[in-house]
Each structure stands twice: as C-alpha cells, then as structure tokens.
T-cell receptor, first 113, second 111 residues
C-alpha cells in the first residue's frame, strides 16, 4: 500500500541553523501539507500546497518557513534560522483530491539546541 | 475558527474492556478523520467518516454531522490500542483544506 515517507526521522540542530525536512507524498496525490506537534500538544496546521503554490498557511508559518516541490515527487519544508521553540514533530500529509482523506507520514522529530 | 473538543481527555482500561471516545465540533464539517498516535509518534489513519457509520475489526465510528459529533468505539481492547486518539475535521465551505485537530484522548490499556 502506498504511503507518505519522511526523512530524516530525527534531526538535531543548533539554534540559528537552517534545516530542510523532506517528504515524498503518495504518487497520485495532488494536495500536500505540513503540520507540527509540539511535545504533549495537539497537531497544528502549518501550510497547504496545491498546483505548485501555497494555498493556505497558518500564523505559525512566518518568513522563516518555506516549502518547495522541486522535482514532482519530493515536498520539502525549510526553516531558515531555527529557534528553540521550533522543536517539535513535523508531519507531512497528502491527499488525492478535494474530498478525500489525508494520509500522514511518520514524522520528523526536530530538536533545536 | 472551528473548535474541536474530545472527551474524555484520559482513559485507563483493563484489557478486554470496551470504550467510547467522543469528538464534538462547533461548526459544519465535510471531512472528519480519526487517528491513532502510537507510542512512536506516528499518526495512523483509522477512519475517514464525514457522516454515517463505519467498522474496521474491533473499531467502529459514527459521525452525526447535523448534531456536530463523532464517536469512536473500541471493543475488546488490547494493550496495543494504547496511545492518543485524535479526531480532525475540515470546516465546511470556503477555500480551506486544512484539518483542525482535537485535543486528543490518551488511552492506556493495562494487561
């Protein structure tokens, strides 16, 4: 069964460094998302991406964040200058169409020291 | 924005017991999903259920969209059912496609 994959599973970085989190959505899906979950809290929406552009973003998704779909299969989230409060689990998700369910990847645990 | 509340927040069961988890939402939805977050943090899709009833093995779910709630039933619970259960909804109407997650129910099944 096709699944969303994410790399790395765990990333440790120092404050101020840039990180890129990578995702490979399910191949025939058209909508792509990033969510994050701070330890012990609920999952929060960051950004959605459709037709090669951002379709919606949350207040969390400020200028330090960017997304890209560079080659038709990968979907990346870049954090330009990480802060301690960026430490969280980051989930990538995709779905096939407007009224379909979202499938989530296994997550990347980002730890900023 | 839409509010999603889950109850109970915590639940401890003996293996073999049944349970019902509830998800209330404050506005109309056209997508509702239930997830199980396992101890490794992975979000496992359980049900896509904007309305009606579905069953998958020992789990079943019912959404009554007109009354703005959904229920997840777990029967004959096993220790592997432990973890956090989230419901997530997509608000009806508008251009939004994001899922809004509930507060979660932490389930511990004891042997």
């Amino acid at each position: 069964e096709p699944e969303v994959t994410q790399t790395p599973s765990h990333q440790v970085t120092q404050m101020g460094q840039e990180v890129i989190l990578r995702c490979v959505p399910i191949s025939n899906h058209l909508y792509f998302y990033w969510y994050r979950q701070i330890l012990g809290q609920k999952v929060e929406f960051l950004v959605s991406f459709y037709n090669n552009e951002i379709s919606e973003k949350s207040e969390i998704f400020d200028d330090q964040f960017s997304v890209e779909r560079p080659d038709g299969s990968n979907f990346t989230l870049k954090i330009r200058s990480t802060k301690l409060e960026d430490s969280a689990m980051y989930f990538c998700a995709s779905k096939r169409g407007q009224d379909y369910e979202q499938y989530f990847g296994p997550g990347t645990r980002l730890t900023v020291t | 924005g839409i509010q999603v509340e889950q109850s109970p927040p915590d639940l401890i069961l003996q293996e073999g017991a049944n349970s019902t988890l509830r998800c209330n939402f404050s506005d109309s939805v056209n997508n509702l999903q239930w997830f199980h977050q396992n101890p490794w943090g992975q979000l496992i899709n359980l049900f896509y259920i904007p309305s009606g009833t579905k069953q998958n093995g020992r789990l079943s779910a019912t959404t009554v969209a007109t009354e703005r709630y959904s229920l997840l039933y777990i029967s004959s619970s096993q220790t592997t059912d432990s973890g956090v259960y989230f419901c997530a909804v997509k608000n009806y109407g508008g251009a939004t496609n994001k899922l809004i997650f509930g507060t979660g129910t932490l389930l511990a099944v004891q042997p």
